[in-house]
């Protein structure tokens, strides 16, 4: 059988993998929009955790098997087609994540200052497409809306000491921005409560540890919830105790570098969670130019746990500030008019990965069941759908009696339209090429930013 995947980030890497570790003929082509493979692993997992990219070794086996082959630079649904596609091979699976962000719908989410969290996380993780973000970030204080992982990491990025993100893979132009950047004060408001943050305590602790840097949390917000969490999930429990501890205990003994800050009069910078604000406007300055902060409508909660509700009261409050990221979730677009698509849950319709009423076709990652979860998610979500696609295999709902060219088929549509296709030992030029540069500066890479400059420097 002759199996493509688009998309190589964790979801098509994973759903790759299963499938050759267990029909020993099948052959799978990866698809890939950018030049470079990985997807979020490369582009969203934050510079300064090295060691959820780890899973990129896995990903590299998989890509130099005999049985797998990588196509970059490939965009499908412009590039070819996904009619195209399923003409060359017995299935297609569609695993091409969620590229674009959920919007506020608020007035004054578009003035200047204002940034989705998708674009931000871009911008310093070296994604093309935000490249040029330029950020400002000559104001003191930043709201950050939403209470996940994203939202801390872009807080710790904005408040971690230079000297621990020189040593990261942090690209070398947001380097130079965060080295200028004023910003010391950084809020992260959730229109829910502490029993209904999405982040994780590996995360919030990591915060909580920052050098340099205090945490500013309001224990009138926690009254009551140690009872409330009796009864919680562990994990759920054990976030919620470390919110109240943090939000109780008495500054300690200041660190050397705080009391040093302390005694030249800078104030130590800092960070704290806000809840119950649901944003209503980002308001702006009095020439209309720029964000100078967020109206916010306080909430009140009905219902409870996972599944309470936000409900304005009335009540408004202003929150200023000349920085804005909008962290409330990544969204998935239509790739092509043959592919059925739930715009309301931004998903393809499908059961078990199986697209609905389309055989042969399949989805895994982030398109199959919304942008959530991290990469251990994403990994048995798509053995999922390479067990569908096996089970087809062996019960021949796919009929590989007839064979299929795969990409002998693709190479010569793609040549018809002047496209030429990067490949994994491409890849591994770049790769080297980055290796090499970020060795110079004391990093583990420098990533290359420009897709131009990545096909010259593999000849292209």
């Not at 409870?304 to 804005?324: F, I, Q, Y």
């Not at 389309?358 to 919304?370: A, F």
Request: charged share 25%; with cysteine.
């Amino acid at each position: 059988p002759r199996l493509c995947v688009v998309g190589s980030g964790p979801a098509g890497f994973y759903t790759a993998q299963h499938i050759l570790k267990h029909h020993g003929g099948a052959r799978v082509d990866i698809y890939e929009k950018l030049p470079v493979p990985f997807g979020l692993v490369r582009f969203g997992v934050a510079p300064d955790h090295p060691e959820v990219k780890n899973v990129i070794n896995t990903f590299t086996q998989t890509a130099r098997s005999e049985r797998c082959a990588y196509y970059g630079n490939v965009t499908v649904g412009r590039d070819v087609t996904v009619t195209e596609l399923r003409q060359a091979y017995h299935a297609v699976v569609l695993s091409y994540g969620a590229e674009d962000n959920r919007v506020l719908g608020i007035p004054g989410e578009n003035l200047p200052g204002v940034y989705s969290a998708r674009a931000f996380v871009g911008w310093y993780n070296g994604l093309p497409e935000n490249r040029d973000l330029k950020p400002d970030l000559s104001c003191e204080t930043a709201v950050i809306l939403g209470h996940g992982n994203v939202a801390l990491d872009i807080a710790r990025i904005l408040l971690s000491p230079l000297r621990l993100l020189r040593k990261t893979d942090i690209t070398d132009s947001s380097l130079a921005a965060l080295a200028c950047s004023k910003v010391k004060r950084v809020w992260l408001v959730g229109r829910r409560g502490p029993l209904q943050v999405a982040f994780t305590i590996k995360e919030l602790r990591e915060m909580i540890n920052l050098p340099g840097t205090r945490p500013v949390l309001n224990p009138a917000d926690f009254t009551g919830l140690e009872n409330a969490v009796k009864d919680a999930p562990r994990p759920r429990k054990r976030l919620t105790e470390l919110m109240i501890k943090t939000a109780l205990e008495k500054p300690a003994e200041k660190t050397v570098e705080a009391r040093a800050a302390a005694t030249q009069g800078a104030p130590p910078r800092e960070w704290g969670l806000k809840f119950q604000r649901s944003p209503q406007e980002v308001l702006p300055t009095a020439d209309g130019r720029r964000a100078r902060g967020v109206r916010m409508a306080l909430t009140r909660l009905e219902g409870s746990g996972d599944s309470a509700k936000a409900v304005p009261t009335g009540d408004v409050e202003e929150l200023e500030c000349g920085l804005v990221l909008s962290s409330i979730g990544y969204q998935s677009l239509p790739l092509d008019p043959a592919v059925p698509f739930d715009t309301q849950r931004g998903v393809i319709p499908n059961s078990s990965g199986r697209v609905e009423g389309v055989p042969g076709l399949y989805c895994s990652g982030w398109v199959k069941r919304g942008p959530t979860g991290v990469i251990i998610t994403t990994m048995n979500d798509s053995f999922d759908t390479a067990q569908s696609v096996l089970e087809d295999l062996q019960v021949g709902v796919l009929d590989v009696s007839t064979s299929r060219e795969g990409f002998g088929a693709v190479e010569s549509i793609l040549r018809s339209r002047g496209v030429r296709p990067v490949s994994f030992s491409d890849w591994e030029k770049i790769d080297a090429a980055e290796v090499a540069r970020g060795k110079a500066a004391g990093k583990p890479r420098e990533k290359i930013v420009d897709p131009e400059e990545m096909l010259r420097l593999i000849g292209h």
